[in-house]
């Protein structure tokens, strides 16, 4: 049993794989709205005399779909629609560039009679048209041509090309890759590695693995642990396995052939981007090893978050003492946070609090400060990590962010959310975990609903620093 797991998909108060997850209102909201776009298309361009069939694909379709994790970001549906003919029964067929232009005249006119549409994109981008919606989604639309004797699939460009594309047999081989009984472990890896990649890949948005890429490594990394798979492997020593083997193989030949196409590079990451990539790869297997060489479930899952930054739950506890391997003895007394309350425009100050917020209201400003700053070792780094939950946050994908620096003793915030959130402060030196807080801040609608702090009792965890033997 992987000593994380449970932080992974377990019992915990929050795990990464519901943090990444879309809720079954989420998912329903865009199984009707895709349906009634499909629908909407399927009527109205059969107006032009070929059968119109759609086929969801893409994220949504594998079953791997995450949510936005960044404020701004949107969920991404991909609905491709098809033109059936046989090439051989007509004189004149459609160009590529014609059935883009109906595909994209019927989005425009769709938006103009459901109100859930902010816009439809002008131009289309060159491989679908797209869709965008008031609740933080798009629908992309890829346009095929599809022959129903011969089940070819060629997808329309807008440059005017034909371009060989064939999603539902890579679908197929994905589904067939890994037997029924391991296909949702399959799935929640693939989730995994895709909120890392959302994380990790911010500030360097050409070198981010596509969302195929990681499927199909993830895949087939997966499919070799027969033997593990035989006698249960709990999500994190599989993630570790499958980070491993995604390690060794981007080192060693950066293609990644289509596995129904093997003259198809899924590969995209251009020449300029890839050395990014391998930084990032590399922090997440040593992120991974560092994991497997923790202690305890603590230990592990601050290794984990040093690539899953806000993403990766860490163990329900106030304060986390890190101790000698050996000696017993801690390395570090844990920081002591002042936490001071302002109103909106901090003009005023409303209260303050040591390491936690019992009780504040929404669009308040908050300045967390470590009190005891001689405690901190010199060159330390200070990492301040917001872990937002709940339904606001949930629905906004604003799931948290981090900062940090040496010498960053004092870092300002603002509510905004409903519900229970936390403010970690890890304190590292050269790359290990000394000490660390965790400060609940409860956040309420009402102001004059707010509670009275109550007194409670601080729970602590400790953690050996040293490599399991």
């Known amino acids: 049993m992987g000593k994380a797991a449970r932080l992974f998909n377990g019992t915990a108060e929050q795990t990464l794989y519901g943090r990444v997850t879309p809720t079954a209102e989420q998912r329903e909201v865009l199984q009707t709205q895709w349906n009634a776009l499909a629908d909407h298309l399927k009527e109205q361009l059969a107006a032009w005399g070929y059968p119109i069939s759609t086929w969801l694909q893409g994220s949504y379709k594998y079953g791997t779909l995450i949510k936005p994790v960044h404020k701004g970001e949107e969920y991404d549906v991909d609905v491709g ?18 059935l883009r232009h ?24 060159e491989r679908c048209s797209r869709v965008t919606y008031q609740r933080q989604f798009h629908i992309d639309t890829p346009t095929y041509h599809l022959n129903r004797g011969t089940d070819e699939r060629r997808l329309a460009c807008l440059s005017g090309k034909w371009e060989n594309s064939d999603p539902k047999a890579l679908y197929k081989w994905f589904k067939n890759a890994i037997g029924s009984d391991n296909r949702e472990q399959l799935r929640r890896l693939v989730r995994y590695l895709k ?7 911010e500030e360097a948005p050409a070198s981010r693995p596509s969302s195929i890429l990681l499927t199909v490594l993830t895949t087939e990394a997966f499919s070799e642990m027969w033997g593990a798979r035989l006698l249960g492997i709990a999500d994190d020593d599989a993630l ?11 080192h060693k030949d950066r293609r990644v052939r289509n596995p129904v196409d093997r003259d ?26 560092m994991s497997s060489d923790a202690e305890d479930e603590a230990g592990a899952a601050l290794a984990w978050a040093g690539a899953f930054s806000f993403l990766m739950p860490l163990p329900e506890t106030d304060e986390l003492e890190v101790v000698e391997h050996l000696s017993g003895r801690a390395l570090m007394q844990i920081p002591e946070i002042q936490v001071q309350v302002f109103d909106s425009e901090r003009k005023s100050l409303l209260a303050t609090h040591m390491n936690e ?14 009190v005891n700053r001689q405690v901190i070792p010199d060159f330390a780094a200070i990492e301040w990590t917001v872990r937002n939950d709940g339904t606001e946050a949930d629905y906004l994908g604003d799931l948290g962010h981090a900062s940090g620096g040496i010498g960053m003793f004092s870092v300002d915030e603002r509510t905004a959310y409903v519900g229970k959130h936390y403010m970690d402060c890890i304190i590292r030196c050269n790359g290990s975990v000394f000490s660390a807080r965790r400060i609940p801040v409860f956040i309420s609608a009402d102001v004059r609903a707010l509670a009275k702090p109550v007194q409670r009792n601080w729970t602590r965890l400790r953690t050996r620093r040293g490599r399991r033997r």
């Open 81 to 98: 629609v098809y033109f059936e003919w046989n090439p051989g029964d007509v004189d004149i067929s459609p160009t590529p560039a014609q």
């Open 102 to 125: 109906w595909v994209q005249r019927e989005l425009v006119e769709y938006r103009q009679s459901n109100p859930d549409v902010e816009r439809v994109e002008e131009p289309p981008k």
């Open 195 to 201: 909120g890392w990649a959302a994380v990790a890949f």
């Open 240 to 250: 570790v396995a499958v980070i491993e083997s995604m390690y060794v193989r981007m």
């Open 264 to 289: 198809e590079d899924l590969n995209r990451i251009s020449d300029e981007a890839w050395d990014a990539f391998l930084t990032r790869l590399t922090v997440l297997r040593d992120a991974a090893q």
């Open 357 to 370: 917020v019992p009780a504040v209201g929404r669009n308040q400003a908050l300045t967390f400060t470590i």
